[in-house]
């Protein structure tokens, strides 16, 4: 494991956030230095193409119980892809960034959401069967324990009844894109950002004007 965020949030507003190699009260811990805190950014967003290779045919998708699993295709982008879901950076990868709206946070519980936009027909069930979307998404069982709940008029989030995770959000008047939460992916490598399949965002997030963490949103942000 490589911290996920937790490297890149280590200045928040005038004060020094300490990073520990384990939990601050075992008695070997250790703070990092700049440069392992930079090694680890570098290795969460960026992976060697090694990694790219290894990174596996599918990106695996579980929540913490298990009972909710999907499989993502690799992106089929081109040159003449569009949006501004398709990553700018390496088409191989998808687009990730984090979101701050309101919504995201009453309904998740924290300030900032991570997401990646991938297009419907990339996404399938552990049976590779594709995952049907849209207003039909509700009234058809494909996954036992993935439930649904319409945060607004066209808008469905969908978790795991179990162990309440967060799977994805879609909305009705987008359908070309479905915001899985990148919380669930599991990346082969151990790579909790999963630099091998996605290219992070780090000039804007989604929603600043709704954010109420903006030290954490500057320290996340490329400067
Ligand atoms: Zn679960
Ligand atoms: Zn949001």
């Not at 984090?98 to 990339?122: D, N």
Request: hydrophobic share 35%.
């Amino acid at each position: 494991m490589n911290g996920g965020i937790a490297p890149f949030l280590t200045k928040l507003g005038e004060r020094d956030v300490p990073s520990y190699t384990t939990e601050p009260e075992d008695d070997r811990v250790e703070t990092l230095k700049e440069k392992e805190l930079h090694e680890l950014r570098e290795s969460s967003l960026s992976q060697p193409d090694s990694a790219v290779q290894e990174r596996g045919d599918m990106l695996e998708v579980s929540c913490h119980c298990g009972a909710c699993q999907l499989r993502i295709a690799p992106p089929a982008y081109t040159d003449s892809s569009e949006g501004f879901h398709v990553p700018r950076g390496d088409r191989n990868k998808y687009y990730a960034r984090l979101c701050c709206c309101r919504s995201c946070r009453l309904t998740l519980g924290f300030t900032l959401q991570p997401w990646t936009y991938i297009p419907p027909e990339q996404i399938f069930t552990v049976n590779k069967e594709p995952v049907l979307f849209g207003v039909k998404t509700k009234d058809t069982v494909q996954i036992e324990k993935l439930k649904h709940y319409q945060s607004s008029e066209f808008v469905l989030r969908s978790f795991c009844t179990d162990c309440g995770a967060t799977m994805f959000y879609q909305s009705f008047e987008r359908p070309l894109w479905i915001d899985v939460s990148v919380g669930v992916l599991r990346s082969k490598a151990g790579n909790v950002l999963a630099g091998e399949w996605l290219d992070w965002e780090r000039n804007e997030v989604a929603k600043r004007d709704e954010a109420v963490d903006e030290e954490l949103v500057k320290a996340w942000l490329r400067r």
